[in-house]
């Protein structure tokens, strides 16, 4: 019922931005609520942003005021708009969520920030 398939990583100087973008392939999106996290190498997964089915957020602090998460459920699309990257935010993002008991995770994509 849910599939998640991440894309619009890639490699970006400091001070750069890009948008990643999570599809649902699935027919619940609307009733998900959808986060973010990242893995970078030799560090434990952390969560970045998340996005309730009616559109609040929340960020952690590493990413408050640079990044920004937002869903389009007419396109089973969630969203992170990162601004302001720093060579800290290099990672595998990785979109997530829960249904019912079961939890979906996508395949992740890297972001790569350095100059």
């Known amino acids: 019922q849910v599939q998640l398939v991440e894309s619009g990583g890639g490699w970006v100087q400091p001070g750069g931005s890009l948008r990643l973008s999570c599809v649902d392939s699935?027919?619940?999106?609307?009733?998900?609520?959808m986060y973010w996290y990242r893995q970078a190498p030799g560090k434990q997964r952390e969560w970045v942003a998340s996005?309730?089915?009616?559109?609040?957020?929340a960020y952690a602090d590493s990413v408050k005021d640079r990044f920004t998460v937002s869903r389009e459920n007419a396109k089973s699309t969630m969203y992170l708009t990162m601004n302001n990257l720093r060579p800290e935010d290099t990672a595998v993002y990785y979109c997530?969520?829960?249904?019912?008991?079961?939890?979906?995770w996508g395949q992740g994509t890297q972001v790569t920030v350095s100059s």
């Open positions: 996005i309730t089915t009616i559109g609040t957020t």
């Open positions: 699935g027919s619940v999106f609307g009733m998900l609520p």
């Open positions: 997530y969520t829960k249904f019912g008991a079961t939890t979906y």
